[in-house]
């Protein structure tokens, strides 16, 4: 489930990125390439790594005209534009009972958007296939991104 050691999926890709603006570059060409409406993208990453900041590249890939703050507080941002963007921040959740109340079901099953969840990993057994998972690694040089789309 995890990616660091390149497993699952067997089409693991990485990038390295130098700054912010890199990343952001990453997230509009990986949501131009990759993603469609009713998609989901779950990612993982120490905080500080970079989530909510690649979280504005998709969305900009995406077409929407938007600026990402992070949801950590509110645990659900969302953004409707061209298509909508439901932003995830599981991070204060502690059970699924709360994560169900947030509607999860229902945004990630919405056909008319694309769900983007940090610290989805702490319900690692809630999210069904398909998805794109992501992680950040933070490095020397910056952050190493790893990605792969889970189809089954
Ligand atoms: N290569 C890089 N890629 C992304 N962010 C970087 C990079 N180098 C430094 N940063 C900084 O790291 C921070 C990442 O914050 P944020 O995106 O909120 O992380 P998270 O959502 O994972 O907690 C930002 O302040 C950003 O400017
Ligand atoms: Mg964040």
């Known amino acids: 489930m995890i990616l660091s050691g390149g497993i699952i999926g067997g089409n693991l890709k990485t990038i390295q990125t130098k700054n912010a603006q890199d990343l952001i570059l990453f997230g509009e060409t990986f949501a131009k390439e990759n993603l469609k409406i009713g998609d989901k ?28 703050t992070s949801p950590t507080f509110s645990k659900l941002n969302i953004y409707q ?4 963007f439901y932003h995830f921040d599981l991070y204060n959740l502690q059970t699924e009972e709360e994560l169900e109340e947030l509607g999860i079901y229902d945004f990630m099953e919405s056909e008319d958007g694309v769900s983007y969840i940090e610290w989805w990993d702490n319900f690692p057994n809630f999210f069904n ?16 991104v790893s990605f792969d789309t889970i189809s089954t």
Do not use: C, F, W
């Open 41 to 68: 993208i779950l990612v993982t990453g120490v905080m500080g790594s970079g989530k909510t900041t690649l979280a504005q590249g998709i969305s900009n890939g995406l077409g929407l005209n938007v600026n990402i």
């Open 81 to 84: 534009d061209k298509l909508s």
């Open 129 to 144: 296939t398909p998805y794109h998972l992501i992680e950040i690694q933070i490095t020397n040089e910056g952050r190493l």
